[in-house]
């Protein structure tokens, strides 16, 4: 496996403490997209995205309405121009919950149990990974 860049071992490092709570946060936020009934919570959760992406420095952030759902677009131009390019595509929403779907968890209240935290949304795609693609023309 490659080492991490320094800047990114050095930003995770440095918050280490605080992403189980950041995560804890976006769970709590019942963003069903589905349906009415939770459009300014989907809403809340675009607008907390776009805040974690401005704090860790995009330097480009931007909050898209698509059709009554919010899109949020990232981007941060390398200097270089030859650099590769990083494509990093995901939801911010979730399903709408069956009626006991998860009998080990409630849905929007995430529980950290033997180091790992369980919840809507606390596995991909809200913990997303990037995806290195080859730069294009």
């Given at each position: 496996m490659q080492e991490p860049e320094p800047a990114v071992h050095?930003?995770?490092h440095d918050r280490v403490d605080?992403?189980?709570d950041d995560l804890a946060a976006r769970v709590r936020i019942p963003s069903v997209s589905a349906g009415p009934a939770h459009e300014r919570d989907v809403m809340r959760s675009a607008r907390r995205l776009q805040a974690h992406l401005l704090e860790t420095g995009f330097p480009d952030v931007e909050e898209w309405d698509t059709d009554g759902l919010q899109t949020v677009?990232?981007?941060?131009?390398?200097?270089?121009?030859?650099a590769p390019t990083v494509l990093v595509h995901s939801h911010h929403d979730v399903?709408?919950?069956?009626?006991?779907?998860?009998q080990d968890?409630?849905?929007?209240?995430?529980a950290l149990r033997q180091g790992r935290m369980y919840g809507r949304g606390t596995?991909?795609?809200?913990?997303?990974?990037?995806?290195p693609r080859s730069r294009t023309p």
């Open positions: 050095d930003h995770l605080t992403l189980p677009f990232a981007h941060w131009p390398a200097e270089d121009p030859d399903r709408a919950v069956k009626d006991q779907e998860r968890a409630a849905p929007f209240a995430p596995s991909p795609p809200l913990t997303t990974r990037p995806c």
